[in-house]
């Protein structure tokens, strides 16, 4: 009798560990599932930006997000403005110069996922993005940068 009851604890043991195992393959597919329209739904709202970047484009107001590869020192000559660099694709990144004058400091983390409006200004590197900020004269709509639902304008 206690012969029986041990294979048949350690067969539900087994059959246990199977349910595991398979309830955490479904979770590690549906987060890999998620990160995949994540990049999708980047590709589609960089679209204009990357297109900016190929063709060489420079001063077009674009709307995109990324993710921050790395913080800069601010740039305090003249107009101080916030600097960090954002990936919105494997191939490119872009350096965003977010006048501190005008706008409030958005407290970045590398890693940070922003969402942002500004002028794209073509460079070799992947190209600058300033103008994240409204226009004191209203005479342009401006720009933002929307970080942990907050907007910086």
Not at 45 to 71: H, M, T
Request: net charge positive.
């Amino acid at each position: 009798m206690k012969k029986h009851l041990f294979y048949f604890l350690l067969l539900s043991l087994l059959a246990a560990c199977k349910q595991y195992e398979a309830s955490n393959a479904d979770v590690g597919e549906s987060q890999k599932s998620a990160q995949l329209q994540g990049a999708a739904q980047s590709q589609d709202d960089n679209a204009a930006l990357i297109q900016a970047f190929q063709n060489k484009k420079s001063n077009i107001f674009v709307e995109g997000r990324g993710v921050v590869k790395k913080r800069l020192p601010d740039d305090s000559k003249g107009s101080r403005h916030q600097r960090f660099l954002v990936s919105i694709s494997p191939e490119q990144t872009l350096l965003f110069a977010h006048n501190i004058d005008l706008s409030s400091v958005v407290p970045l983390a590398v890693g940070d996922s922003i969402q942002f409006r500004g002028e794209y200004v073509y460079n070799p590197k992947g190209g600058v993005v300033h103008w994240t900020h409204h226009d004191p004269k209203g005479e342009i709509e401006g720009g933002w940068i929307k970080h942990n639902g907050k907007t910086y304008q």
